[in-house]
């Protein structure tokens, strides 16, 4: 299969291995072990993860090189339209915390390092995570306003109950940004109740949702996704991985794509996960209910949905 789109790549899960080893070692915590991704790992544990990659990228050059490689990495597996997305805020060790005086400054050099290494050749998503207080939102969006390379924002990781703020705390900041010509997606029914994605969708803006795995057990959320022309962002292997799907014949893909729903296939985080984009299509190609001509209305529909700066 040749052309295909990957909108949904984190760049702190999809470094190369051992690229994560030098630079590990360079920080002086070298890994005994990958941190890896397993089926029913579940949300948090899943999240977890991130704190062994992250260690290793608190430096802009660090940042480039990961993005350079990234791109690459998608090229030689046949991605054309790639787009990649971190939250530059949990970057910003070297100044104290994305709370400290220093942190735009520090979040405006991570995301210059990524432009740097991605040189044009994949669009970039700034994160705002769930429980972020919203003016970090904000910070944002004036970061992306000002730099074409940054093609969208997103809200990434899990609502907890611990978390001072809701969705609908971030709809100005997001509303902001659709206003400046930037994509908007949310993580959303990522194993959770699908009124996440009616919200993401009706109050914070979103054109697309990642992973939306609850999609169909609620009809008239199903019917917003469809007359909207939402488009869903399934990774399938990373869903079964944290458990938001039991397996990955249980995976809801072909049903939406026979359905006439926009969803696309990605990849989520390719060293976590241990998969690739070219891996990631043949195991959707295997599930049940999927044909080459819903797998490649799949794909066309990555490509269409890509965030393009006006």
């Keep these: 299969m040749e052309g295909l789109a990957d909108l949904h790549r984190h760049l702190d899960g999809s470094m190369r291995a051992a690229t994560l080893r030098r ?45 350079a490689e990234i791109a690459e990495d998608a090229a030689r597996d ?13 970057h910003c060790d070297a100044v104290g915390g994305a709370a400290a005086p220093g942190a735009m400054a520090a979040m405006a050099a991570a995301v210059d390092a990524a432009l740097e290494g991605l040189d044009r050749r994949a669009g970039l998503l700034l994160c705002v995570l769930y429980g972020d207080p919203p003016a970090l939102a904000e910070a944002l969006v004036d970061l992306a306003a000002t730099r074409p390379g940054v093609v969208g924002v997103d809200l990434a990781g899990g609502p907890a109950p611990t978390h001072d703020f809701a969705m609908t705390d971030y709809a100005p900041a997001f509303r902001r940004a659709r206003g400046l010509g930037l994509g908007v997606t949310v993580h959303a029914g990522e194993g959770r109740p699908p009124a996440e ?31 909207r022309g939402v488009t869903i962002e399934a990774c399938v292997t990373s869903n079964v991985h944290v458990g938001a799907v039991a397996t990955a014949a249980d995976h809801p893909l072909p049903r939406w794509l026979a359905m006439g729903i926009k969803a696309c296939v990605n990849t989520d985080n390719t060293l976590l996960s241990a ?10 190609r295997a599930l049940p209910g999927m044909d080459d001509a819903l797998l490649a209305a799949a794909v066309a529909h990555g490509h269409a949905a890509a965030f393009v700066r006006g």
Aim: glycine share 8%.
């Design 23 to 67: 630079l590990a070692a360079e920080v002086g915590a070298p890994l005994p072990e990958l941190p890896r991704f397993f089926a029913g790992m579940g949300l948090d544990a899943a999240l977890a993860c991130f704190a062994t990659t992250l260690r290793t990228l608190q430096r802009p050059a660090a940042i480039a090189e990961v993005a």
């Design 78 to 90: 046949g991605v054309t339209t790639l787009e990649l997305r971190f939250a530059p805020q949990l």
């Design 197 to 227: 994605i009616a919200v993401a969708i009706e109050q914070l803006g979103a054109l697309r949702i990642g992973h939306g795995t609850t999609l169909l057990d609620d009809p008239a959320v199903t019917e917003l996704v469809a007359t």
């Design 275 to 284: 998969v690739d984009a070219a891996e990631e299509h043949r195991r959707v």
